[in-house]
Nanobody, 131 residues
Framework: QVQLVESGGGLAQSGGSLTLSCKVS????????VGWFRRRAPEKPHEAVS?????????????YYADSVKGRFTVSRDNAGNTVHLQMNNLRPEDTGIYYC???????????????????WGQGTQVTVSS
C-alpha cells in the first residue's frame, strides 16, 4: 500500500523560506514520480507546483515547475531514502495554501501538472506566508 506523509509546513514571512518533505512508503521512487500541488482555498482546485521524477540513470533527475514558482522553488530527492523535498525560497503571500504531494507512475512532461492522474496523495501540510 502506497502512503505519503508531508511535513515541514508552517508560517513564514514574505521573502522567507520553508522546506517541505514528502516521505513515500510502499513504492520505489525509481518507478514513481512525485508531484507537489497546492490549494489556496477549500473551494479552489489543486494547483500544480512542481514534480520530481527519476531519470532511471546516472543523469540528473527530471524536474518540472509551474511558472509561478520557477527560480524560487527546488524539488529534489533525498539520497538516503524515499523522500522528496520541496525547497521554497523567496516566499510570497500568494504561496499560502495547503500543499500536497502525490505519486504516479506515468506522468511526464505533458501531464505532470494534471492532478487527476495522480493515484496516491498525502494528507497535506499548511503553508502560510505573511506580508
Amino acid at each position: 500500500q502506497v502512503q505519503l506523509v508531508e511535513s515541514g509546513g508552517g508560517l513564514a514571512q514574505s521573502g522567507g523560506s520553508l522546506t517541505l518533505s514528502c516521505k513515500v512508503s510502499g513504492a520505489s521512487l525509481d518507478d514513481y514520480a512525485v508531484g507537489w500541488f497546492r490549494r489556496r482555498a477549500p473551494e479552489k482546485p489543486h494547483e500544480a507546483v512542481s514534480c520530481w521524477q527519476s531519470s532511471g540513470s546516472l543523469m540528473r533527475d527530471i524536474t518540472y515547475y509551474a511558472d509561478s514558482v520557477k527560480g524560487r522553488f527546488t524539488v529534489s530527492r533525498d539520497n538516503a531514502g524515499n523522500t522528496v523535498h520541496l525547497q521554497m525560497n523567496n516566499l510570497r503571500p500568494e504561496d499560502t495554501g495547503i500543499y500536497y504531494c502525490a505519486t504516479d507512475r506515468h506522468v511526464g512532461r505533458s501531464s505532470w501538472f494534471l492532478s487527476s492522474l495522480y493515484d496516491h496523495w498525502g494528507q497535506g501540510t499548511q503553508v502560510t506566508v505573511s506580508s
